[in-house]
């Protein structure tokens, strides 16, 4: 299944382009994290595509709350920091970095 059938399964959404663009975000931020100081590949190393997924599921179920920092609404609280990704998330990506010549 892919990531995009998995996302789409886990969260009802009938518009794939919303799915794909978050699909996307996160693709860019394990790109971002892994490759911290040059330009990276097309692809993600497919040991990140559940990573993938994950990230854009997470970034999907703080839509329309972005940068929440508390909500409280029939005895449910919520808060979460400014950032998109949850960090637990994003350190699980190793940066990939050369050594200088």
């Excluded at 059938?5 to 382009?17: F, G, M, P, W, Y």
């Excluded at 663009?21 to 693709?27: N, P």
């Excluded at 409280?72 to 350190?91: K, Q």
Aim: charged letters at 30%; proline letters at 4%; one cysteine or more.
């Amino acid at each position: 299944m892919t990531a995009l059938e998995r996302l789409r399964k886990a969260t009802n959404e009938a518009d794939d382009a919303v799915l794909e663009d978050y699909l996307e975000q996160a693709k860019n931020a394990i790109m971002a994290r892994r490759y911290p100081y040059q330009d990276w590949p097309d692809e993600l190393e497919k040991r990140h595509l559940d990573l993938q997924y994950r990230c854009a599921l997470a970034l999907y179920q703080k839509r329309g709350g972005q940068f929440e920092i508390a909500h409280s609404e029939n005895g449910t609280s919520r808060s979460w920091a400014s950032e998109d990704i949850p960090e637990s998330l994003l350190n699980e990506v190793t940066p990939f970095v050369g050594v200088v010549g």
